[in-house]
């Protein structure tokens, strides 16, 4: 009894020691695992680069089964794209980060040290990068037109990428952000479509920046990157419309004055030079009348 008890703790110790130097027990787990999503292409990153072993990423979206990207099973990087594997972009998704052996190497063990990750959910947490737009003046209606063009995604469907409108479909508005030139006094406008139009002064120059924004989102998630700030033209009038006929006479007729003073200046100095030249000096005045 008391030999048999010796050779099964003998075993445990020697089990204990082979898993020792075969070093499965202490792969580190993953660390800091995130989430980085913009419009739609997501990536899973941790840490630390793995040494003698490798990482294998798992997902699921709550209450469905768990799966795997072929391209994270036991791979040495610290990065996987999810973009195409989260199908369902409402759905919320939880991964695993495990840390196993490299590949080719074999291991008893039924559970390997792992990290989960934060809840992501791409319809509610993807970033939204900045929209492009384009700006047109009704200089008759005095209105200004923006059209925004929807930002594209990374969603691939029907062999072309989904655009932002696509996938929001109602939930996507944009808030355009504008002021007249010189002027400090911002507005807002917020539009349902990828179209705004506003009122505009005459002739006046309107500075714009334009996002997108998803009200249903959670108050920190709602914008999307602001783009770029563009002007409207000032418009050019011609210099009759801007002074009056009247002023531009006047000033046409003041430098003809201006051009007669300088011509009569000029005579007038030309020919008392040119009476002093012809008359000789006061020395040689006297000479000639002798
Ligand atoms: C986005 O897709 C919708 C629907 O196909 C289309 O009407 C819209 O013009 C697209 N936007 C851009 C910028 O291509």
Redesign the pocket.
């Known amino acids: 009894m008391e030999t048999r008890t010796f050779i099964a703790f003998g075993l445990l110790l020697a089990s204990l020691c082979l898993c020792g130097v075969s070093g499965t027990t202490d792969f580190p787990k993953a660390q800091d695992v995130t989430w980085s999503s913009n419009n739609f292409k997501t990536l899973l990153t941790w840490g630390p680069e793995p040494t003698n072993y490798a990482y294998t990423v798992e997902f699921y979206a709550v209450g469905k089964d768990r799966d795997r990207n072929p391209h994270c099973i036991r791979t040495k990087n610290t990065e996987c794209d999810l973009t195409s594997r989260l199908t369902d972009l409402k759905a919320t998704y939880y991964a695993d980060v495990l840390s196993e052996p490299e590949r080719g190497v074999t291991s008893d063990l039924v559970e390997f040290p792992h990290t989960r990750s934060k809840r992501f959910c791409p319809y509610k947490d993807t970033l939204i990068g900045r929209p492009d737009f384009k700006i047109e003046v009704d200089k008759v209606r005095n209105k200004i037109t923006l059209d925004i ?2 930002p594209l995604s990374a969603i691939y469907q029907d062999n072309r990428l989904l ?1 932002i ?2 996938i929001f479909k109602d939930d996507l508005k944009y808030k355009v952000t504008y002021r007249k030139a010189g002027s400090t006094g911002k507005k807002v406008l917020t539009t349902d479509t990828s179209r705004a139009v506003l009122d505009a002064d005459e002739g006046e120059s309107y500075c714009f920046s334009v996002q997108a924004l998803i009200p249903s989102r959670s108050v920190g998630m709602q914008l999307g990157d602001m783009s770029r700030l563009q002007c409207s033209p000032r418009e050019n009038k011609s210099i009759f419309e801007e002074y009056g006929l009247g002023v531009i006479a006047g000033a046409i007729l003041a430098i003809m004055v201006v051009v007669i003073v300088v011509i009569a200046l000029i005579a007038v100095c030309c020919r008392r030079r040119r009476r002093e030249a012809a008359s000789p000096g006061k020395d040689g005045a006297p000479l000639t009348q002798v």
Do not use: K
Request: charged residues 60%; without cysteine; negative net charge.
């Open positions: 063009e929807d655009n409108s696509e």
